[in-house]
């Protein structure tokens, strides 16, 4: 929020930064506070503000609304149930392979997304990286079919034709829970496949976005300069 030096908030695109607030006009014992000489610590504070206006801000938790990120939940979800009813925890380093690459995705798609209020490049290299998460965990997935001589569903299988469309209509990880409890470890492997795909095509493009906009926008500090140029510009005159 920003404040007068008087404790009142003010609209931080107010015109006339001189104006007295409404509450110390009408104050009793205070009608002759018409104006209030601003700081330059003040007049920065609101420079600040306006520069992050223009900037990605958003809700707490809004991430959750991200389709990319409720497919990353669910293919931990998944991959969760998975390690747990078909490896071997004692036996088998895979579990804490494969929970660790599901997760990595999920929390740097998280962290990404935070960070973007702040750095473009610090959004682009942690998306990066949960690609590449990704990727690792469908390679455990079909290792695992491969090594325990079970099928991997081609884009003809009839399950596959089946499963794909319902997979990219559902990004609720409770519905997937519920498909997968009790099924095979064949069943649940081939799933977990479809969605990482299309997880992968959703970062595949948001990357393929975030570059695209860097070419035509800059990064952050680009834009943060740009802004301080023209509000000097505008404000000061120079």
């Known amino acids: 929020s920003i404040f007068r030096q008087c404790g009142h908030q003010i609209h931080p695109t107010c015109s006339d930064m001189r104006i007295a607030c409404r509450p110390c006009r009408n104050h009793r014992g205070n009608r002759n506070m018409l104006s209030i000489l601003l700081t330059s610590q003040y007049v920065l504070t609101i420079y600040n503000y306006a520069v992050m206006s223009n900037l990605k801000q958003e809700k707490p938790d809004s991430y959750k609304t991200l389709a990319i990120y409720q497919k990353s939940e669910c293919i931990y979800d998944v991959t969760y149930y998975f390690v747990n009813n078909f490896l071997s925890k004692s036996k088998d380093r895979t579990v804490d392979q494969m929970v660790q690459a599901a997760r990595s995705c999920k929390q740097n798609i998280v962290e990404g997304?935070?960070?973007a209020?702040?750095?473009s490049e610090s959004e682009h290299k942690l998306s990066v990286i949960a690609k590449g998460s990704l990727e690792e965990l469908k390679e455990d997935y079909r290792d695992y079919l491969r090594n325990n001589n079970l099928e991997i569903w081609g884009v003809n299988h009839p399950k596959y034709i089946a499963a794909q469309p319902l997979c990219k209509r559902h990004n609720n990880s409770e519905w997937y829970r519920n498909q997968i409890a009790g099924r095979k470890a064949e069943d649940i492997c081939n799933i977990a496949l479809i969605i990482i795909n299309q997880e992968l095509t959703m970062l595949y493009g948001y990357i393929?976005?975030?570059?695209?906009?860097?070419?035509?926008?800059g990064g952050i500090k680009e834009q943060r300069y740009k802004t301080r140029l023209e509000w000097r510009k505008n404000n000061l005159g120079y």
């Open 113 to 115: 997304y935070s960070d």
């Open 117 to 119: 209020e702040g750095s």
């Open 208 to 217: 393929k976005y975030l570059n695209e906009k860097f070419l035509k926008e």
